[in-house]
């Protein structure tokens, strides 16, 4: 049932592989470009601190929010943590690998903060957070929790409830706590129809109907 929620025990993470796509691998060799109102970079350190309405662009990638701290390891990895304005939440989309001739599908979410991996390729959604994944512009999968982990390299997404996000998560959108989601039954395009278990009964001519004994 399309608006079914799933209730998850505190503590408990939803971990599952999205069918039929894959996130686009070739996004993590991609230049991190950014847009801010005001920086500051440390060469020595190789840090740079992005203040004001910020936008990264990372191949397919997208994120948005108040403040990006950036950081390159001595390997040339980089890792970003995104935090959004106070009461607000920072925003996450990615365009994910589909085979030729299947509809785009994309994976967007939202957290307080946004923390992104690029050595281990991974986005983490922290405080308020939600996921989801679209089909073009249909909604087909979405969750909500206190910490929200997607594992670019295994295409494996982690929710887990309050008590194990980080301290002092705010869990207005997840009540008492738990992890909510909403999972739609995966599309298998060109699959035929399955035929009927039994054949359909006959129609009765319209003389014969009422001709029977009173």
Known sequence: MRKRLLPILLLAALAFAMGGARAEKADRNKP??????ALRHDELKQTSVFTGRV???????????????????????????????SGKRAFFR???????????????GEGEVIEYDGRADLVRLIRRSELRRYRETTLTDEMAGALIIYNNLTDVFTVD??????????????PGGRVRAVLSPKETPGKPAPAPTSPAPALRPSGELGSGAK
């Open 32 to 37: 991190m470009n950014i847009e801010a109102d």
């Open 55 to 85: 936008v990264v662009t990372k191949g397919t990638i997208v994120l948005r929010g108040a403040r990006l701290d950036v950081r390159q390891d001595p390997d040339g990895f980089q890792y970003g943590t995104m935090t959004a304005e």
């Open 94 to 108: 990615q365009k994910r690998d589909t085979v030729p001739g299947l509809p785009d599908e994309f994976v967007e």
């Open 161 to 174: 409830g309050q008590k194990s996000a980080p301290a002092g998560s705010n869990t207005a959108a997840t």
